[in-house]
């Protein structure tokens, strides 16, 4: 791989946060300007990267230690192979139009500088995630994604809400982090290398070694980051919270960069996860589809219905990683987080454009009728809308239906599971539609919102073009084409494209249609032209439990409380009355108590210290006598 | 008068400069400092970057002899060990000279205690013969007391200055007599640590003599260090000392006790610190895990950093007692960068109580609308003190990780939890409370720093913590031969990089 | 005859003292300047025994001459009073008293059990020529340095001795 | 029965002894001074004795010079007491403990 490009791409984003942080903070238009510009332009090299089909590694040294026999090498690299060059058209493509659309979003706040800043801060470490070559780069810009979630969710500080999130989404990636932080150790242990390419290769080279207990754990270890950042089930709390920040930077976060990461490393790292592993990975994604699917349905802010709609989605991916197998080929993954990439940051655009003509009003239940005011808006949000649920010949349907297949060839529990989520998100998202666009007006505000300005619209429409047409690209086979199986030959012409699904499995693709329908169905006899949920009368208790959660965030703050915070409440009785009180204080107490014993002794009259001294010389003479 | 010997000389000469001007000149007194510790740092930093990386050899060195019966010579140099510290170390020093402005009485006094202080740290980094290196140690600590003394905030300052005053004594004390059962053990007749090195490499001293003399050291320079449990003095005394002492002990001169560890006990006592090694990989866990949490539940944020200072000690510690080469240079990374970042964390919390004339958390909040520049920097230190990339502190901290794993796999973890969760939730609680959130009314009229010249020393303690943390080659490469060398000295050749089987390739 | 005079003027001295410090008859302070007046002068009488005559002489001058005459001067200035009785701290007195009689004892176990060395005989013949030879001679530097001594005394008496000090 | 020197040392060791009793028991502050010449004395007694018996002149130079010094200490000794009497209207020991802590 040659040329400047590649780094081009990487530091662009961050050479324009640093000139925004050092000398632009103030200047919105120069700071929008320069982020943008910067995204933008990292994307056409991209692009012009895609199109040149370049492959390859380039790297310099970043820290070196040896002593003659082993080494502890970390290079800061480029790897170039379709797992990233894709992954880099898709953050950076939909970042442009999530930047361009921040532009009109972000107008009138103060804080714009530090917004944009933030904002190409994220594409940075977002970039250099996919573009790593080794395991300790991986998890430097894991943990400057993670950062920059903070900086961004946590963006109107002043809110306590905001900053709570922020420090929530921030500590919850901790905890994943610390398990991927010792499975990078555990792997160079007994490897002794943390590069993906010599791994793969010793991996190749020894088949056996997928099969070594240690390497197993270590795989178990490196999904925990992975469920941090891509919110899995036990870690997931975090990413409804991070709704508090600015939409688009939720969409951000849900469709581009962040969430992806935990997936996306799942595939680059995907030649060493072994089988216990990846069951594992299977059923926690499964796990958390179904949960987060089943929270959607009862929530009453657009964007966290979103949000546990990319919590599901994300299970789904993990899933498909899980179910590809040892060695197998998780690219349907991939290409899930692709058009839901695509489609979902549409979605929380076209939110965000709502909202913000709604006055940052987000409860659902105080809409409706939109669709007459926005209609830009709502065809781009219905477009998406449709990719998501899986509707033919939209996006989603096509890596949802390969996602279905996966598991029906290899696990019909997870199969079943993967059905029902599948009209669970129909049923939420249409839920969402006839609440919000199109039943009645149920609140004034409605009645004063129009379309947002093209600066927001036009992102909308250039995300609806590839959530529309993305199944149709081939991207699942130049994904494919990475884990080398190159199974799926490409179908010619576009009906034979369109149908390749029912050709190759039927019964994922029909199973999958049929839930897309019950899920409509359900939600239209529900939900058409209501201006009250029935759910919660229906389902009663249930509905509570749904919509509060399943209590976890209540149950993680006992845990903690009952754990870290007690410790934390322990060591600091420990530090405050044992080390300081009992030992020192003892100490200097005791010192102090003969202080004063022998202060007795000093009356201040001449003849007791006369009669000491007698004393004393007596005692002296005696023992020289004696002696 | 070689470029070492300069930048020691060179704030003794200010402060006998200072010594000499009238009290009523006060502006002459910043200045001089200022400069002299300028002249320091640009020398500082020209022997840093003219440090040729990969030869195992001291440079910049000079000798000359002094008392020649007891063979004292004014012997300085540089190696992998000592060339970054010393560079920090100055660069650390102007840095808080240039945060004395919030000193506004006995302006005079300060001054020469300051330059006093920064002579005696850079003596006692530079030094490579065991008088000088004890006694410029020695010359820092007592500025130090008094400093903390007489322009020490907070009512129980008296407290906190006998404290330290007693435990750091102490500390020194018993690493004195380890220092000096040393010598007499070693019966090398020399104070010279290179010729030292080299006699006790040919004749090593008796294994017993050894087993008791490592834990005098070492308890001896961990104490200086807030060994755990010998650290309550630290938060105490820093929380109570004015804000230019506390960024040059914090960050500098408490690296002494690690340094002494490393140049003195590891290469002199290999058959001690095999067997003593393994009681400090334990102890070290205080540090990381016991006073982390023990940060989460301060109310103060001076207390805050100081236990969190403490804290990051460990990870030097661990890297100390992996015995490995990726351990040791990352305790050497951990220690430059803990020193830039403690100095950092330090001169903004001193400028916090300048303006707010408290650092009681629950009273803050909001902050960051005030204070833009002095907040975001507040904030990144808290990202560096949790571990982030892109700052020397991850550099370190997770080759110690690494190098520690094979020989002390659960301390590993253990410790690997407090740095990742521990550490960001009392920085991320800090941040919230302190930083984020509703202003309060009160502080509408707290201003930011307002010119260039108090955001200097900010900017440029951030800029070595990034430097380093951006390009730790910097660093690694010039600590490597050093550290292979001490490695070598205990472990015997051939160093284990980590200390592990490794699967067949 | 040498040894009558010897006990004579020992138990003299001894007698003298002991009505120094414990005069059952008097607290008067002038009663135990008299007194130890008349302790120096004995003692002034073991010197000749020990013919130290020029020392006896000075014993006399210096010590009952000036040294007793300032006793009695300041005595007089301060116009003591009998030392008031106050009420006599028994357990002082006689952990004193016990000290002392200790003490007493030990010394003169001490010397009891000192081996008679060369000074068994009385051998010495303290001529005044001789002390003079060896004291402007051999310690002439101490001499001098006393006179110093002398002569700061007395600056320090006259500056402590003014009305308003400070 | 000849006087030896062991019988000067025991008269000195009992003037000493009454010196140090008078030291410990008696309050007035000029009889303690006169107490304190009885101690000395006693010291100059057996330097005298010593300097007979030993054949040696030094004890008698040292005793010129203690007797020297003695009326040096006395005249210093006794403006202080004179000053002292001046402050506090006291020459009683008890009265004068203000070294106490």
């Given at each position: 791989?040659t ?25 919105r238009a ?24 370049t ?23 480029l ?6 060059l ?21 107008h ?21 995630i ?7 780069m991986?998890f430097?810009?894991?943990?400057l994604?993670?950062v ?27 905890v994943?982090?610390f ?5 990078i ?30 390497i ?17 089930f ?8 991070a709704?508090e ?35 594992f ?30 919590l ?26 692709t058009t ?12 965000g ?8 009003e ?16 709502f065809w ?10 899986g ?14 297949a ?10 079943a ?5 599948a ?16 039943g ?11 379309e947002?300005?093209?600066v927001?619209?036009?992102?909308l ?9 993305a199944?149709?690209?081939?991207i ?10 190159g199974?799926?030959?490409a179908?010619?012409g ?6 390749a699904?029912?050709?190759?499995a ?27 949920d ?11 439990w749904?919509?509060?959660?399943f209590?976890f965030d ?8 009952a ?10 009785f420990?530090d ?26 000093q ?18 003479l ?6 | 008068?070689?470029?070492l ?25 910043r200045?001089?400092?200022l400069l002299t510790t300028?002249l ?7 022997v840093?970057f ?39 170390a100055?660069?650390?020093a102007f ?11 006995r ?12 002579g005696?740290?850079?003596g ?22 008094i ?6 905030r907070?009512e ?15 500390g020194?004390?018993?690493?004195l007599?380890?220092?000096?059962a ?5 019966g ?19 294994a017993?003599?050894q ?18 449990p ?8 820093y ?9 040059l002990h914090?960050?500098?001169?408490k ?8 140049r003195?006990?590891l ?14 990989a ?10 982390g ?10 207390l ?8 990051h ?11 490995s ?14 020193g ?15 303006q707010?004339?408290t ?9 960051l ?6 907040g975001?920097?507040?904030?990144l ?7 982030l ?12 990780l ?20 521990v550490?960001?939730?009392?920085m ?13 009314e009160?502080w509408s009229?707290?201003a ?6 108090r ?19 910097l ?10 060398t ?20 | ?13 001894v ?13 008067n ?10 302790t ?24 009952a001459?000036a ?30 008293g ?6 007493a ?7 009891g ?16 020529a001789?002390?003079g ?10 001499f001098?340095?006393l ?8 600056v ?11 | ?16 002894a009454l ?5 410990i028991?008696r309050?007035n502050l000029?009889?303690i ?33 203690i ?10 000794g006794?403006?202080?007491i ?8 006291t ?11």
């Amino acid at each position: 791989m040659t040329g400047i490009f590649p780094w081009l791409i990487l530091f662009l984003p961050l050479l324009a946060a640093a000139g925004i942080t050092l000398f632009a903070l103030d200047h919105r238009a120069v700071s929008a300007r320069l982020s943008i510009g910067a995204v933008v332009i990292s994307f056409a090299l991209s692009v012009a990267l895609f199109v040149h089909g370049t492959r390859g590694e380039t790297r310099f040294n970043w820290i070196s230690l040896s002593d003659g026999a082993a080494s502890w090498i970390v290079d800061i690299g480029l790897r170039l192979d379709p797992l990233s060059l894709m992954m880099l058209l898709v953050v950076t493509g939909v970042g442009s139009a999530i930047h361009i659309y921040s532009y009109g979003y972000m107008h009138d706040d103060p804080g714009v500088g530090r917004y944009f800043a933030g904002l190409s801060l994220f594409t940075f470490s977002m970039l250099g995630i996919v573009l790593a070559t080794n395991f300790l780069m991986l998890f430097i810009f894991w943990e400057l994604v993670g950062v920059s979630s903070w900086l961004l969710i946590g963006f109107w500080f002043e809110r306590p809400a905001a900053a709570d999130a922020a420090k929530k989404a921030f500590l919850t990636n901790r905890v994943g982090d610390f398990g991927f932080l010792l499975g990078i150790i555990l792997v160079w242990a007994v490897l002794g290398t943390m590069d993906f390419g010599q791994l793969q290769k010793m991996m190749a080279a020894n088949p056996a070694l997928i099969g070594n207990s240690t390497i197993g754990i270590a795989g178990f270890l490196i999904f925990c980051g992975a469920a941090g950042k891509s919110a899995q089930f036990p870690l997931h709390v975090w990413l409804p919270d991070a709704m508090e920040g600015p939409t688009p930077v939720s969409a951000l976060i849900h469709a581009a960069t962040m969430v992806a990461a935990g997936v996306y490393m799942l595939c680059r790292v995907h030649f060493m996860l072994a089988a216990d592993a990846l069951e594992f990975i299977a059923w926690i994604g499964g796990i958390t589809a179904l949960l987060a699917a089943l929270m959607a349905i009862q929530q009453n802010d657009i964007k966290r219905i979103l949000a546990y709609s990319t919590l599901s989605q994300l299970g789904y991916m993990v899933m498909t990683v899980g179910l590809s197998g040892v060695g197998g080929n998780p690219s349907a993954a991939m290409f899930h987080l692709t058009t839901h990439a695509f489609f979902k940051a549409l979605l929380f655009l076209g939110a965000g454009s709502v909202i913000l003509a709604l006055h940052h009003e987000q409860d659902i239940w105080k809409m409706g009728g939109l669709s007459k005011k926005m209609p830009v808006t709502f065809w781009t949000f219905m477009i998406a809308t449709l990719a998501l649920c899986g509707v033919p010949p939209f996006s989603g349907f096509f890596s949802k239906d390969e996602i279905l297949a996966t598991a029906q060839r290899t696990s019909p529990a997870l199969f079943a599971l993967g059905v029902a989520v599948a009209g669970l998100t129909t049923f939420y998202m249409f839920r969402l539609i006839f609440v919000a666009f199109t039943g009645p007006v149920k609140s004034q505000l409605p009645d004063h919102a129009h379309e947002s300005p093209a600066v927001i619209t036009l992102p909308l429409v250039a995300l609806a073009v590839p959530s529309l047409l993305a199944g149709f690209w081939g991207i699942d086979r130049f994904y494919a084409s990475q884990f080398g199986t190159g199974e799926a030959e490409a179908a010619t012409g576009w009906v034979a494209q369109l149908t390749a699904p029912f050709a190759h499995a039927p019964g994922a693709a029909f199973g999958g249609l049929a839930a897309v329908v019950i899920g409509f169905l359900a939600a239209f006899a529900l939900y058409w032209n209501k201006v009250q949920d029935p759910l919660p009368a229906m389902l009663g208790v249930v509905a509570r439990w749904l919509r509060d959660r399943f209590y976890f965030d209540e149950l993680y703050a006992k845990l903690i409380a009952a754990t870290q915070d007690a410790l934390a409440t322990l060591a600091d009785f420990v530090d405050r009355w044992l080390i300081a009180g009992l030992f020192v204080k003892g100490t200097h107490g005791s010192v102090e108590l003969t202080g004063r014993l022998l202060r007795l002794v000093q009356t201040g009259n001449l003849q007791t210290y006369s009669l000491m001294f007698v004393a004393g010389v007596a005692v002296l003479l005696l023992f020289m006598l004696i002696r | 008068m070689g470029l070492l010997s300069f930048l020691i000389l060179c704030p003794f000469a200010g402060a006998v400069l200072i010594a000499l001007t009238p009290r009523s000149f006060n502006v002459l007194f910043r200045l001089i400092a200022l400069l002299t510790t300028f002249l320091s740092f640009a020398a500082a930093t020209w022997v840093f970057f003219a440090f040729h990386p990969g030869a195992t050899h001291v440079q910049f060195e000079e000798f000359c002899p002094w008392v020649g019966a007891l063979r004292i010579g004014w012997h300085l140099g540089v190696d992998g060990l000592n060339v970054a510290l010393v560079f920090m170390a100055a660069l650390v020093a102007f840095a808080a000279a240039c945060c004395s402005w919030e000193i506004k009485e006995r302006q005079k006094e300060f001054y020469l205690l300051l330059l006093v202080m920064t002579g005696g740290i850079l003596g006692a980094f530079a030094s490579l013969d065991l008088f000088f290196f004890y006694f410029f140690h020695e010359l820092a600590l007592v500025p130090t007391f008094i400093m903390i003394g007489v322009w020490g905030r907070g009512e129980n300052r008296n407290y906190a200055t006998f404290k330290m005053t007693i435990y750091l004594s102490l500390g020194a004390l018993i690493a004195l007599i380890g220092l000096i059962a040393l010598y007499v053990a070693a019966g090398a007749r020399t104070f010279d640590i290179p010729e030292l090195t080299r006699d006790v490499a040919a004749r090593p001293i008796a294994a017993s003599a050894q087993h008791w003399i490592f834990p005098l050291l070492m308890f001896g320079f961990g104490i200086l260090v807030s060994l755990w449990p010998f650290h309550t003095w630290a938060p105490l005394g820093y929380g109570a000392a004015p804000t230019p002492t506390a960024m040059l002990h914090a960050g500098v001169l408490k690296k002494f006790g690690l340094y002494g560890l490393l140049r003195i006990a590891l290469p002199l006592l290999p058959e001690g610190a095999q067997r003593w090694l393994p009681v400090l990989a334990l102890l070290c866990l205080g540090n990381l895990l016991y006073c982390g949490l023990v940060a989460i539940r301060q109310k103060n944020l001076n207390l805050l950093i100081g236990n969190s200072s403490v804290a990051h000690m460990g990870f030097v510690f661990l890297g100390i007692a992996s015995l490995s080469l990726v351990g040791v240079t990352g305790a050497v990374v951990v220690m430059v960068a803990h020193g830039l970042l403690a100095a950092l964390a330090f001169a903004l919390s001193g400028y916090l109580q300048n303006q707010l004339g408290t650092l009681e958390m629950e009273q803050m909040g909001g902050l960051l609308r005030k204070l833009p520049f002095v907040g975001t920097l507040l904030a990144l230190a808290m990202f560096a003190g949790c571990g982030l990339p892109g700052f020397a502190n991850f550099a370190g901290e997770v080759m110690v990780l690494f190098g520690a794993w094979g020989g002390h796999t659960t301390v590993v973890v253990l410790a690997a939890w407090a740095a990742l969760i521990v550490g960001a939730v009392y920085m991320l609680r800090a941040i919230r409370t302190v930083l984020h959130g509703p202003l309060p009314e009160k502080w509408s009229g707290v201003a930011d720093a307002p010119h260039a010249w108090r955001k200097l020393p900010f900017a440029l303690l951030l800029a070595g913590l990034l430097l380093f943390g951006c390009v730790p080659r910097l660093l690694t490469d010039r600590i490597q031969p050093a550290a292979l060398t001490v490695v070598r000295a205990v472990n015997g050749t051939p160093a284990a990089l980590m200390a592990t089987t490794q699967l067949p390739r | 005859m040498q040894t009558v005079f010897f006990y004579v003027f020992a138990a003299l001295t001894v007698l003298c003292a002991l009505m120094v410090v414990a005069n059952p008859f008097s607290r008067n302070p002038v009663t135990s300047a008299m007194f130890l007046v008349l302790t120096i002068v004995s003692l002034a009488g073991l010197f000749v025994q020990l013919h130290a005559f020029f020392l006896a002489a000075v014993q006399v001058l210096v010590y009952a001459g000036a040294v007793m005459v300032l006793f009695l001067f300041v005595i007089m200035l301060l116009d003591l009073k009998e030392e008031e009785r106050r009420k006599v701290r028994k357990f002082a007195v006689i952990a004193g008293g016990l000290a002392v009689a200790i003490i007493a004892v030990l010394f003169c176990t001490a010397i009891g059990q000192t081996t008679a060395g060369i000074g068994v005989q009385p051998i010495l013949e303290g001529g005044t020529a001789a002390l003079g030879e060896l004291l402007f001679k051999h310690y002439l530097l101490p001499f001098e340095i006393l006179s110093v001594l002398l002569l700061v005394a007395m600056v320090g008496v006259i500056l402590l001795s003014k009305k308003d000090l400070k | 029965m000849n006087v030896g020197l062991e019988h000067y040392l025991v008269v000195s060791a009992l003037l000493f002894a009454l010196g140090l009793l008078g030291v410990i028991v008696r309050r007035n502050l000029l009889v303690i001074y006169m107490s304190l010449e009885l101690m000395l004395n006693a010291a100059n007694l057996a330097l005298v004795a010593f300097s007979r018996f030993n054949h040696n002149l030094d004890g008698q130079v040292m005793v010129f010079f203690i007797i020297t010094v003695a009326a040096a200490e006395v005249a210093v000794g006794l403006a202080l007491i004179v000053a002292l009497y001046r402050k506090r209207e006291t020459a009683h020991v008890e009265d004068l403990t203000t070294m106490k802590f």
